[in-house]
């Protein structure tokens, strides 16, 4: 990838050459650029350096879902935009879902546009995050998502739920204790997490049975995200918890 856009925001690889910004600026119909700085921490996350404008906030369209978001403060992954879709056509009319790891609801608001849900319960602990979740639900015009800013961990156990998304990766299994003690029976589990490739369809599964507490676990579906780092996968697994 030289570029991708996100908005009316181009951002560039690092190794990009091009220094002739005006340019990219009219040519890709953009009012910012910016480049990746440097990747920081474990979840390998990119640090941006603006290198032509100045807004930073923006509105992006994605499955006829609108986000905004101003990139200095929160993430977003073009990768993972067919999974966003993807667990928002599985979700049945009534159900209630509880988004563990909303961010700037990157799975709530699909779902809320495109399914027909109850409620979904929305919990976000980063205030930034939280801020453009609750800007993204006036965005949109829904009136079934509840945000909470919080720790899921705290917030999470006062719900019950028939779906739990678990869209976080870097130590998602330390809380599937957590959601499955909110799943009502026969309720649906997206846990999500970055696995090398030989333990792929062991260790996840195995890791949401010895949380559940004897409960019945049916694996319904291992769904490859995209590749993380070498050898290494980001997968969401879906299970059924009787």
Not at 4 to 16: A, C, H, M, Q, T
Not at 55 to 71: R, V
Request: with cysteine.
């Amino acid at each position: 990838m030289k570029y991708k856009k996100i908005g009316d925001i181009l951002i560039l690889d690092s190794n990009y050459q091009n220094d002739d910004f005006l340019e990219l600026s009219r040519k890709h119909k953009v009012k910012t650029i910016m480049k990746i700085d440097h990747i920081q921490g474990t979840k390998r996350e990119p640090v941006y350096k603006v290198i032509y404008g100045s807004d930073t906030e923006t509105i992006n369209k994605e499955n006829g879902c609108l986000f905004k978001l101003d990139l200095t403060k929160v993430m977003w992954s073009k990768g993972n935009n067919n999974e966003r879709l993807r667990i928002a056509k599985l979700v049945d009319d009534g159900e209630t879902v509880i988004d563990m790891f909303a961010g700037i609801g990157y799975f709530s608001i699909p779902i809320g546009v495109h399914a027909n849900a109850r409620e979904v319960i929305a919990i976000e602990i980063n205030p930034n995050s939280y801020h453009f979740l609750c800007e993204n639900v006036k965005l949109n015009r829904l009136d079934n998502i509840t945000p909470i800013l919080g720790d899921c961990k705290d917030v999470t156990p006062n719900f019950k739920a028939d779906r739990i998304i678990m869209g976080y990766v870097k130590t998602t299994h330390h809380y599937l204790k957590v959601a499955i003690d909110s799943l009502n029976e026969g309720g649906i589990l997206h846990y999500h997490e970055t696995v090398p490739e030989k333990l792929m369809t062991s260790r996840p599964i195995e890791r949401i049975i010895s949380e559940a507490g004897g409960r019945d676990v049916e694996l319904l579906k291992i769904n490859k995200v995209k590749k993380y780092s070498p050898g290494v996968w980001h997968v969401v697994i879906d299970a059924r918890i009787d």
